[in-house]
């Protein structure tokens, strides 16, 4: 057999398959910005235009309430939002592109819809928008906001009779959506602490809702909780253990976004893009293979830190940490072991009522198993735990973050360990038989 000759048909054997199912790689994205189709202060085309120049991959512009279809006319007269954007507006896309007109005397602007612009923007391989909707609703005074990813048409709020009820009739929706039209599509439960909305018993038993934001850009979402609210990041660590071990339910992940509504002016007590985004590793840049890595936990969330590397082992995670200049990092590794104290007490007001606030829970809930400085952190089961995420925290301050004190940070997906599993299919026959 002569070799030689089979060599150039091997390699574009190995090529043509290479192409045919490439490695997966990392794509940057934002799941939650608005525009001037809500509340947002910019054009659609301006704020993807924005995300595309800054090396973003994917970007769901989730207005409220809304998506980008039909007919929609803005005032564009001084002082409107849509008059103060009208001229950077103008000058980037044209008077060819911008469709202006006039009713009884008055300046109106039409804005696109996203099957206009898309294709001005879309790239293979390069960037996708992804169409999506923030389903605004609340309990009596207590916001209850979701943001469907990839939906096909717009949700209105669906109500309830409490927060809980609220949430999962809303994920419902979403469900029944993907159901009958067969599309990947997902919904996730937006800034628990804005306005104290949200606590973790509201949102740990809901059915079919794998994500929430553990890290939200917006100026006043409260991520660090207060004296008397938890943070995110420890209502994250309630909510794992509890579905694991008490509720039978998945684990949720959690999403780092920008809630972007101000593209004009920067400054920490306005909501502005570039302060969190996921990574997310998947083969291809499409919306199925997205939300597919997505629902997997096949990402990571960051407001600034990069990772090349999570591997999972049987009894390990390990990650890669790409350096940056000057920058130094300290990973931790929190979960919650076997044994923890389940109790829990509501927090009280000064007459001794329950005040609608995440429960005081023992300290033995996500619990710090172990900090790691340098670049390649790992941490090594000792098989009492039931879950393990890890946070890489940069010595490198966070630009433009929505707290002074803020640096760079990424969060990596809970892991649920083969004792965290038996756990939670233990919980879960209990439930099925109660």
């Given at each position: ?275 969190g985004w996921v990574m997310v590793r998947a083969a291809q840049l499409t919306p199925e293979t997205i939300v597919g890595a997505l629902e997997r936990g096949d990402f990571y969330s960051s407001t600034g830190v990069r990772v ?127």
């Open positions: 057999m002569n070799l030689t000759r089979l060599l150039p048909a091997l390699l574009l054997s190995s090529v043509l398959a290479s192409a045919a199912n490439p490695e997966p790689r990392w794509w940057k994205g934002n799941l939650h910005t608005h525009t001037l189709w809500s509340d947002g202060d910019d054009y659609p085309e301006m704020v993807a235009d924005w995300y595309k120049k800054q090396g973003y991959h994917f970007l769901a512009l989730s207005d409220h309430n809304i998506m980008q279809v039909d007919q929609r006319w803005l005032v564009a007269t001084n002082p409107t939002p849509g008059f103060k954007a009208l001229a950077p507006y103008l000058q980037r896309f044209g008077t060819n592109w911008v469709h202006q007109g006039e009713t009884k005397g008055t300046a109106i602007v039409r804005l696109k819809t996203l099957a206009e612009f898309r294709s001005t923007f879309e790239e293979p391989g390069r960037f996708l928008l992804i169409p999506a909707e923030e389903i605004t609703d609340h309990f009596k005074n207590r916001a209850v906001h979701l943001i469907g990813v990839n939906l096909r048409d717009v949700i209105r709020p669906q109500g309830g009779t409490n927060v809980e009820a609220t949430i999962q009739n809303n994920v419902n929706a979403v469900l029944r959506q993907r159901a009958a039209t067969g599309q990947p599509m997902f919904p996730h439960l937006a800034h628990p602490n804005f306005g104290w909305s949200v606590t973790a018993e509201d949102l740990m038993g809901v059915k079919g809702e794998q994500f929430f934001e553990v890290y939200n850009g917006h100026a006043a979402v409260h991520n660090a909780g207060d004296a008397a609210h938890p943070g995110t990041e420890r209502m994250w660590d309630i909510i794992l253990t509890q579905r694991l071990a008490r509720l039978g339910e998945p684990p949720m992940f959690g999403l780092a976004v920008d809630d972007a509504h101000n593209y004009a002016r920067l400054g920490r007590t306005r909501s502005n893009p570039g302060r090349s590397e999570i591997n999972w082992e049987t009894n390990r995670l390990a990650l890669t940490i790409e350096q940056e200049p000057g920058a130094t990092y300290t990973t931790q590794f929190i979960g919650t072991r076997r044994g923890f104290d389940p109790a829990s007490q509501p927090v009280l007001s000064t007459n001794g009522l329950p005040l609608a606030i995440t429960r005081t829970y023992s300290k033995d809930i996500g619990v710090l198993l172990a900090e790691t400085p340098g670049l390649t952190p790992s941490f090594k089961l000792k098989g009492d735990e039931l879950y393990v995420r890890a946070k890489v925290i940069s010595s490198k301050p966070k630009a433009n973050g929505v707290r002074s004190d803020e640096v760079e940070s990424a969060w990596v997906q809970p892991q649920v360990t083969p004792l965290g599993w038996s756990v939670n299919q233990a919980a879960a026959t209990r439930r099925q038989e109660k």
